[in-house]
């Protein structure tokens, strides 16, 4: 069991540049999570798979923002047309289930200049 | 709405000393979970301690304790004979028992002085 792993861990882009995270959950659980966090807040909620199927979605995550997780394992998280507010860490979590402990990868940290 | 408050953004202690972090919550809710998250400088979230809301017992970790008041909605983590590697940022979230979000607190910084 290696963790929840997260790439690139830094990531400079231009305003209105496409980015791409990629997130690879703990083997064999079948939730994964995105959550942001900006300086001096909490992670905030942004979306959920349970195996391939997205079922729930913040009102954080603006059109630019998508995400999949095909074949149910790692997941990705594209922000298209990057702005100066979509600097923040996001940060990935997986559970086994429902009522199990989220467990958070080493964040990617995003910076628009 | 769920909110959690973390009313401490700071806290210091020294090193073997005890130090109590605060947190509340509001929530309508009878089934739910509360967390202690640890996010030390540059390094990833882990899980301190987890309780769930229908056990009237306080969990308890090694040197990591929380009082559970739940009629007051009240959930602070306790740190006894505190170590230099516990200064970090503690987050206090919550989890509805039939939801997948975790909502946070903003936060406690927790510096240990030798």
């Known amino acids: ?113 | 709405a769920q909110t959690v408050t973390q009313s401490q953004p700071e806290m210091s202690v020294q090193e073997a000393e005890t130090v109590t972090l605060s947190c509340t919550y509001d929530t309508s809710e009878s089934d739910y979970y509360l967390f202690w998250y640890k996010q030390p400088p540059s390094r990833q979230m882990i899980l301190v301690i987890r309780q769930e809301a229908y056990k009237q017992q306080n969990a308890t970790e090694n040197r990591f304790s929380v009082n559970f008041q739940k009629a007051a909605k009240s959930f602070s983590l306790k740190i006894s004979d505190s170590q230099l590697g516990d200064a970090a940022m503690y987050f206090c979230a919550w989890r509805g028992g039939a939801t997948n979000k975790l909502i946070f607190g903003t936060g406690t910084l927790l510096a240990v002085q030798p």
């Open chain 1, 1 to 113: 069991d290696t963790g929840v792993s997260q790439n690139p861990r830094h990531k400079i882009t231009k305003r209105g540049q496409n980015v791409t995270f990629r997130c690879d959950p703990i083997s064999e659980h079948n939730r994964l999570y995105w959550y942001r966090q900006t300086l001096g807040q909490g992670p905030e909620f942004l979306t959920y798979f349970q195996n391939e199927a997205q079922l729930e979605k913040s009102r954080l995550l603006s059109d630019r923002f998508s995400a999949e997780r095909p074949k149910g394992s790692f997941s990705t998280l594209e922000i298209q047309r990057t702005e100066q507010g979509d600097s923040a860490m996001y940060l990935c979590a997986s559970s086994f289930g429902l009522r199990e402990t989220q467990y958070f990868g080493p964040g990617t940290r995003l910076l628009v200049l």
